[in-house]
């Protein structure tokens, strides 16, 4: 038996709620997904933090989901150290963290370091300062957690992908299943005779 234009009608509107209930799947992910935050949003909740404390600076790295950001006083008087260099020692890497004017910070931004420092756990750092004439070396711990805000970005972002791509398929599987049914439609009997 034919499908009347109007169940065909019907059909393709199904289809087309399908694909959109599906491809909307990746909104739905619910509390704690990675929307995309602007960082003003990711500096409200608690992120991965290192300090370090020597006679002479007072250092404090926070660990965002494209940097770490370090800032460096002096212990004594509490006035911003600028414009110094600063190396960050990373599972046996010394990486240098140049100085940010426009934000007064100190900025470890190196791929491969920022991968090993979201890993969950406690990672010990060593920095070496050189301001002026002063120079120090000053170690801490970073402590990640999987709810960190710069370790959810990413552990989250394989989600998405997964979400987009099982709402793909799915998109696919009704599309398929409308294409088998117009076809049997135009042909009702296809080994039988007419």
């Known amino acids: ?17 399908a694909i959109l209930i599906a491809s909307s799947a990746a909104v739905w992910a619910g509390e704690g997904h990675d929307h995309g ?4 949003a990711q500096a409200g909740k608690s992120l991965p933090v290192v300090t370090a404390v020597s006679e002479s600076f007072e250092l404090v790295g926070r660990l965002h989901h494209d940097e770490l950001s370090i800032l460096i006083d002096r212990a004594s008087t509490t006035e911003p150290v600028l414009n110094a260099s600063l190396t960050v020692d990373v599972d046996g890497h010394s990486i240098a963290a140049p100085f940010h004017a426009d934000h007064g910070d ?43 805000p710069a370790v959810a ?12 791509a099982g709402a793909a398929l799915a ?19 296809p080994g039988g005779a007419a």
């Open 1 to 17: 038996m034919r499908n009347t234009p109007m169940e065909i009608k019907h059909t393709l509107s199904t289809l087309c709620a």
């Open 37 to 40: 935050e602007s960082p003003a």
């Open 106 to 148: 100190y900025s470890l931004s190196d791929p491969a370091a920022l991968a090993k420092l979201r890993q969950i756990g406690s990672k010990p750092l060593t920095f070496t300062l050189v301001a002026g004439n002063d120079s120090d070396l000053l170690t801490g711990e970073l402590d990640v957690h999987d709810e960190d």
């Open 153 to 164: 970005g990413h552990l989250h972002g394989w989600k998405e992908y997964a979400l987009w």
């Open 171 to 189: 998109g696919l599987a009704l599309l398929s299943l409308l294409v088998r049914r117009i076809r049997a439609s135009r042909n009702p009997h």
